[in-house]
């Protein structure tokens, strides 16, 4: 990608968040933008896999039915733990692994919304 593409590109997942009302930092924003870019990345390439039956992607035993209950990515969590790190707040190892995507995705949003 030219970094004239990038810049727009950045520009405009910067005006989509704003719209939702959503506050963050610049350094919290570069990494929503970086998860954002590796979730396309990642779903351009399971669009490719070939192989797919009754709704189950070739790189998970979870059905597409439910797409909000699958468990939470290792990005996620990942995020989830320097957020909450940041905060001074302390979520566990055994917490993270229960979570669905969904959950993980709501709990980014809240603890964005206290900066």
């Not at 870019?37 to 070939?50: F, G, P, T, Y």
């Not at 992607?57 to 790190?85: F, I, T, V």
Request: net charge neutral.
């Amino acid at each position: 990608m030219e970094k004239k593409e990038f810049a727009k590109d950045f520009s405009e997942f910067f005006v989509e968040v704003k719209k939702e009302g959503i506050v963050v930092t610049v350094e919290d924003m570069t990494t929503l933008y970086a998860i954002y870019r590796k979730d396309l990345r990642a779903d351009r390439m399971n669009n490719k896999v070939k192989g797919n039956c009754n709704g189950i992607s070739a790189n998970s035993n979870k059905s597409n039915e439910d797409p909000g209950k699958e468990p939470a990515s290792e990005r996620q969590k990942c995020y989830l733990m320097d957020l909450a790190y940041k905060k001074g707040l302390c979520i566990t190892q055994r917490e993270l692994d229960r979570m669905t995507r969904e959950q993980a995705s709501k709990t980014i949003d809240t603890l964005l919304e206290g900066d």
